[in-house]
């Protein structure tokens, strides 16, 4: 092989390997518990609608809070849903908290009389969460109104761009460290181009798999900055 080609390969595939390609949902993660922005359609949120239903449904005095804990059953918190309600991840009919709902027996269905039973949406609410893994999840939204350079466009360089665009070494030769590294790229069109994988620029943060990297919440954080003329603000 040519020497020069041999190692601009090496240099390639050192730069390659020193950046991580993991997906960066920008995922809190505390526990087992995660909250995205970008919020999938699909998806029953723990937080966002299973946890308000058990909450007015079931974990009341007298029922299903810490201190009555009728049948052992207590169903505060995630954990305690998940252990004293029976949830089996992903098999909604091996478990307790959604058998209940679907009791016909009405000695044994939940709520009792003369608590109003659960609506079809929300007896169909549990099923899908259990379905889809009975998640500690949640649903943050996006907010791509009130956009700033310091609280949205910085720390999305900080966790998505600056593993290669810092340093002395930047890759592509390029640093998005500072307000006037990030605006200068703003201004040429470069910033949003990456980001929207638009044609003639280079796709960011990753050509290969470049969909799995940049939320779409954050896309269109940055394509607002840009449109209010990239202030530093
Ligand atoms: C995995 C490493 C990596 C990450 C992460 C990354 N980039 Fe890049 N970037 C590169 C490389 C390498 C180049 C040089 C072009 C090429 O080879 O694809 C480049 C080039 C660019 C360019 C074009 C520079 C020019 O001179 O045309 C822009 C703009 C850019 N990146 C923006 C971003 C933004 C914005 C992010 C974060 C959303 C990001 N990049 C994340 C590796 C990365």
Do not use: R
Request: glycine fraction near 6%; proline fraction near 6%.
């Amino acid at each position: 092989m040519n020497k020069i080609i041999f190692f601009w390969v090496m240099l390639l595939t050192i730069a390659a390997t020193s950046c991580k390609h993991e997906p960066q949902d920008l995922a809190i993660a505390t526990d087992d518990s995660t909250a995205t922005e970008d919020c999938n359609s699909d998806t029953i949120y723990f937080k966002n609608t299973i946890q308000p239903i058990i909450n007015a449904s079931c974990a009341y005095s007298g029922c299903h809070d810490v201190t009555t804990a009728e049948d052992g059953v207590i169903l505060d918190t995630y954990a305690n849903i998940i252990q004293t309600g029976k949830v089996k991840a992903g098999k909604p009919e091996d478990s307790k908290l959604y058998k209940v709902l679907v009791e016909n027996d009405p000695d044994d269905i939940m709520p009792p009389p003369p608590g109003s039973p659960l609506s079809s949406v929300q007896i169909n609410d549990i099923y899908q969460w259990i379905l889809q893994g009975a998640k500690n999840n949640e649903c943050l939204g996006c907010d791509s109104v009130n956009v700033t350079f310091a609280g949205n466009i910085l720390p999305i360089m900080q966790t998505i761009c600056q593993t290669c665009h810092s340093g002395s070494a930047p890759l592509g030769n390029l640093s998005l460290v500072t307000y006037d590294d990030v605006s200068a790229v703003a201004m040429t069109g470069q910033l949003v181009g990456a980001v929207t994988h638009a044609d003639g620029y280079f796709t960011m943060p990753d050509k290969e798999d470049s969909t799995k990297y940049i939320p779409n919440c954050k896309i269109k954080q940055i394509i607002k900055w840009v449109n209010d003329g990239y202030p530093d603000n």
